[in-house]
């Protein structure tokens, strides 16, 4: 998958601006499933995932066209069935979203089980109650098959705020029989994207942003254009470049209407961020402390569901921790196996104790040195790849393709703010 050659120690400074919401992004494609017409999505990032589920939609019959860098069109007129190929499906987990769309289509779906990150246990339970609370039935078969003569709406409680189980629940919603009440629905910024694209293509769902939905089922979705939202997670990853090379950045277009639970997550670790417009200016170039609790407790920042800190920004928390002044403790709630990077940190000089699974604690500041790490998934990849820029020394970031499947050219976007980055290709030999 090639390698990042990262020469650190080098104080950046500039303008960055976010990609598209990967995770938005991906749904949005699934749901183009649902569409009579064409569907114009804008502010697409390319990224691997987004390639790997164009891939997939083209295999069931869909004709994608790229009409820009960054903006594409979906006629999902060609398809006939919805029997999913297992090789490209097995590449992501985004390809559970095409359960929803798919048998709201044809009735049936047949899929793998999915792929993605090894971050630890994730549940497809939820995905299993909503499929069954509106009219479906599902058979574990080595995948699964889900069946249904007709969609019929609901009041259904989720068991927790799964972002693709709402996503999924979602899909089917705007199709089935009479309005849905869709409850402890997750509430994540794609989450918020997906509705606003089905709205715009007929659906009619309430509550957008909230942790209750009410989806009203329609007869019939038409074709629409869209403009993807800038990424959030990106732009806290940047958040933590800005700390961990010790650089005053700009965010330009920032989706600040998304980003207090990230800023105040950060600004406990001392790093300072002051909003303008739609720039984000983070200054990690002063002294950063992290802000002990009341009584000089050692404070805490953890994740949760949507409005709380994200959990694919622990990774990034952790790195940008190193290099504040104090301690810590980072407790993952989410997923068990995220943590387990953090070896790799302290390979490189990082003082980090791993509790148990869920939880480390992160005493700084230490002086990261240049060395050689494999990318395990995405955002401990591109983590690993800002403790490389504040390194001394040069770094070599193996297994790229993680990284990139979630971050578009970022050694390119990196390197307009003045940092070292080569890529160096893997011999096909």
């Given at each position: 998958?090639g390698?990042?050659?990262?020469?650190?120690?080098?104080?950046?400074?500039?303008?960055?601006?976010p990609?598209g919401?990967?995770?938005?992004?991906?749904p949005?494609?699934?749901?183009?499933?649902?569409?009579?017409?064409?569907?114009?999505?804008?502010?697409?990032?390319?990224?691997?995932?987004?390639?790997?589920?164009?891939?997939?939609?083209?295999?069931?019959?869909?004709?994608?066209s790229?009409?820009?860098?960054?903006?594409?069109?979906?006629?999902?007129?060609?398809?006939?069935?919805?029997?999913v190929?297992?090789?490209?499906?097995?590449k992501?987990r985004?390809?559970?979203?095409?359960?929803?769309?798919?048998?709201?289509?044809?009735?049936?779906?047949?899929?793998?089980?999915?792929?993605?990150?090894?971050?630890?246990?994730?549940?497809?339970?939820?995905?299993?109650?909503?499929?069954?609370?509106?009219?479906a039935?599902?058979?574990?078969?080595?995948?699964?098959?889900?069946?249904?003569?007709?969609?019929?709406?609901?009041?259904?409680?989720?068991?927790?705020?799964?972002?693709?189980?709402?996503?999924?629940?979602?899909?089917?919603?705007?199709?089935?029989?009479?309005?849905?009440?869709?409850?402890?629905?997750?509430?994540?910024?794609?989450?918020?994207?997906?509705?606003r694209?089905?709205?715009?293509?007929g659906?009619?769902?309430?509550?957008?942003?909230?942790?209750?939905?009410?989806?009203?089922g329609?007869?019939?979705?038409?074709?629409?254009?869209?403009?993807?939202?800038?990424?959030?997670?990106?732009?806290?990853?940047?958040?933590?470049?800005?700390?961990v090379?010790?650089?005053?950045?700009?965010?330009?277009?920032?989706?600040?209407?998304?980003?207090?639970?990230?800023?105040?997550g950060?600004?406990?670790?001392?790093?300072?961020?002051?909003?303008?417009?739609?720039?984000?200016?983070?200054?990690?170039?002063?002294?950063?402390?992290?802000?002990?609790?009341?009584?000089?407790?050692?404070?805490?920042?953890?994740?949760?569901?949507?409005?709380a800190?994200?959990?694919?920004?622990?990774?990034?928390?952790?790195v940008?921790?190193?290099?504040?002044?104090?301690?810590?403790?980072?407790?993952?709630?989410?997923?068990?196996?995220r943590?387990?990077?953090?070896?790799?940190?302290?390979?490189?000089?990082?003082s980090?104790?791993?509790?148990?699974?869920?939880?480390?604690?992160?005493?700084?500041?230490?002086?990261?040195?240049?060395?050689?790490?494999?990318?395990?998934?995405?955002?401990?990849?591109?983590?690993?790849?800002?403790?490389?820029?504040?390194?001394?020394?040069?770094?070599?970031?193996?297994?790229?393709?993680?990284?990139?499947?979630?971050?578009?050219?970022?050694?390119?976007?990196?390197?307009?703010?003045?940092?070292?980055?080569?890529?160096?290709?893997?011999?096909?030999?």
């Amino acid at each position: 998958m090639g390698t990042f050659a990262v020469e650190g120690g080098r104080q950046l400074e500039g303008r960055i601006r976010p990609a598209g919401n990967k995770n938005a992004a991906l749904p949005c494609l699934a749901a183009t499933l649902l569409s009579q017409g064409p569907v114009t999505l804008r502010n697409v990032p390319r990224i691997l995932d987004v390639l790997t589920f164009i891939d997939i939609l083209t295999a069931l019959g869909s004709d994608v066209s790229w009409i820009g860098r960054n903006e594409l069109i979906v006629d999902t007129g060609g398809v006939k069935t919805g029997t999913v190929d297992r090789e490209l499906a097995s590449k992501i987990r985004a390809s559970l979203l095409l359960a929803g769309p798919l048998l709201a289509r044809f009735g049936k779906v047949e899929l793998p089980p999915p792929g993605g990150d090894v971050i630890g246990r994730r549940r497809m339970d939820t995905h299993f109650m909503a499929f069954e609370a509106l009219g479906a039935t599902v058979a574990l078969n080595g995948g699964f098959t889900i069946t249904s003569d007709e969609l019929i709406a609901a009041d259904l409680f989720l068991d927790e705020p799964s972002v693709t189980g709402t996503e999924n629940a979602i899909m089917m919603a705007v199709c089935a029989r009479g309005r849905t009440r869709l409850r402890n629905a997750a509430a994540e910024p794609h989450v918020q994207d997906l509705c606003r694209l089905l709205n715009k293509m007929g659906a009619r769902i309430e509550g957008i942003g909230t942790h209750i939905l009410e989806i009203e089922g329609v007869d019939e979705l038409r074709g629409a254009d869209f403009s993807i939202g800038s990424d959030h997670v990106e732009t806290g990853s940047f958040i933590g470049l800005a700390a961990v090379t010790r650089s005053d950045i700009t965010i330009e277009h920032a989706p600040i209407e998304h980003l207090d639970s990230t800023i105040m997550g950060f600004r406990r670790l001392g790093i300072e961020c002051s909003v303008e417009g739609s720039d984000l200016h983070v200054y990690g170039s002063k002294e950063l402390v992290i802000r002990k609790d009341a009584f000089g407790h050692v404070p805490k920042l953890d994740d949760g569901p949507w409005p709380a800190f994200p959990a694919d920004l622990t990774s990034i928390a952790i790195v940008a921790a190193t290099q504040c002044v104090g301690s810590v403790l980072v407790h993952e709630k989410m997923f068990e196996s995220r943590m387990y990077f953090t070896d790799k940190l302290v390979s490189m000089g990082a003082s980090i104790i791993l509790c148990d699974p869920h939880r480390a604690v992160v005493v700084g500041p230490t002086v990261l040195q240049g060395g050689v790490v494999d990318s395990p998934d995405i955002r401990a990849g591109m983590a690993l790849l800002l403790a490389a820029l504040g390194a001394h020394g040069t770094s070599h970031i193996r297994n790229i393709g993680q990284i990139e499947r979630g971050y578009e050219a970022i050694d390119e976007r990196l390197t307009t703010l003045g940092a070292v980055i080569e890529r160096i290709e893997e011999s096909s030999d």
